[in-house]
């Protein structure tokens, strides 16, 4: 299978919206309200889309799940390096699942 | 606004930020890899990696896709995925906007093309310059393409190697989007502020995951979160002026 016109079309739309996003923060960089409850909206948004990201994954999981959680967030509060605690986290899920047998 | 003090595009700025960028490069290439692995598994094509890689060049919101992603081109939920690409991409227009002094007067337009290949990363490296009174758009360009070599190679080779492993739960990969989005949310805490949107979002995004099927529950979260988070700041803003 090489592709698909479904693919194709969602690979083009997801082009398409984040070439317009990135080109109009410069372009509106004067406009966009720096103050206000749109600035504030607009700042927390990243922040709360990981957070609903995160929550289900860890809390639908298993006692593996929060702990190897647990572990990724103590590696990247302590070293400050992302891919540390992301292989943190998938090395402990893989122990955890193995020695928890789930 | 433009700057006419803004640094002219010359290739020595290009290759200074092609070459800074090698050391965030190569950990853009380790979660590269992931993803291509990942990619295999949610039923990308080898073609499709490169396009997609290639031409959106987005880690975060590829993650996000690849979560919506279905093997079956008829089932693949297109408005979604392009809506989720569009909410985890909006951090962008804060990130662009930033690069506004760069610009000189007349390079408007091909600045606002550059924007195409701002990543996390050269981003963060270019804003670290401007603070030492240097950094232009030329050097975000060079950083932008050194982290797009390595994230092209990285993904293309870990949808590669993704063959090879055949159920990705076993080695714990799965749990990869789990981490890293965990990670990438912690380095975003800036202070006691964050709580309230976060926990919200949180909440939120665990109830919607129950009672809707698909992944709606990140927008349903994100909305909510980021609405407590702007309804707090605020509520504090008016208690601080009075």
Not at chain 1, 53 to 76: D, M, Q
Request: charge should be positive.
């Amino acid at each position: 299978m090489l592709t698909s016109p479904e693919a194709l079309l969602a690979i083009a739309g997801m082009l398409a919206v984040t070439v317009a996003i990135k080109a109009s923060g410069l372009l509106l960089a004067n406009r966009l309200p720096q103050t206000g409850f749109i600035a504030a909206w607009l700042r927390h948004i990243p922040g709360a889309v990981l957070a609903s990201l995160v929550a289900p994954a860890v809390v639908t999981g298993g006692t593996a799940e929060i702990l190897a959680a647990a572990a990724t967030a103590l590696v990247f509060v302590v070293a400050r390096n992302l891919f540390a605690a992301m292989a943190t986290g998938v090395i402990m899920v893989f122990l955890l699942r193995m020695a928890l047998g789930g | 606004m433009q700057n006419p003090a803004a640094p002219a595009w010359t290739a020595d700025h290009f290759f200074a930020g092609a070459r800074a960028c090698i050391p965030v490069a190569i950990s853009v290439a380790a979660y590269g890899v992931v993803w291509g692995v990942l990619a295999k598994q949610a039923g990308l094509s080898l073609l499709e990696v490169m396009l997609m890689s290639g031409l959106v060049f987005a880690g975060s919101a590829q993650f996000v896709a690849l979560d919506l992603w279905t093997a079956t081109p008829s089932t693949l939920p297109i408005g979604p995925i392009i809506l989720a690409t569009l909410i985890v991409n909006l951090r962008y227009l804060l990130l662009t906007a930033t690069m506004r002094p760069l610009v000189r007067p007349g390079t408007e337009k091909r600045s606002a093309a550059a924007m195409w290949l701002l990543s996390d990363e050269n981003w963060a490296m270019t804003v670290g310059e401007m603070a030492k009174g240097r950094g232009s758009i030329a050097f975000l360009v060079g950083g932008g393409t050194t982290v797009w070599c390595f994230w092209m190679v990285a993904t293309v080779f870990g949808r590669l190697i993704g063959s090879a492993i055949d159920d990705p739960t076993k080695y714990g990969l799965d749990f990869a989007f789990t981490a890293t989005f965990l990670a990438l949310l912690l380095g975003m805490w800036k202070g006691k502020a964050d709580l309230l949107p976060w926990l919200v979002a949180a909440l939120v995004a665990i109830i919607s995951a129950k009672l809707i099927p698909g992944s709606w529950y990140i927008l349903t979260g994100g909305i909510a979160g980021s609405f407590a988070g702007a309804i707090a700041e605020r509520r504090r803003g008016y208690a601080h002026q009075s």
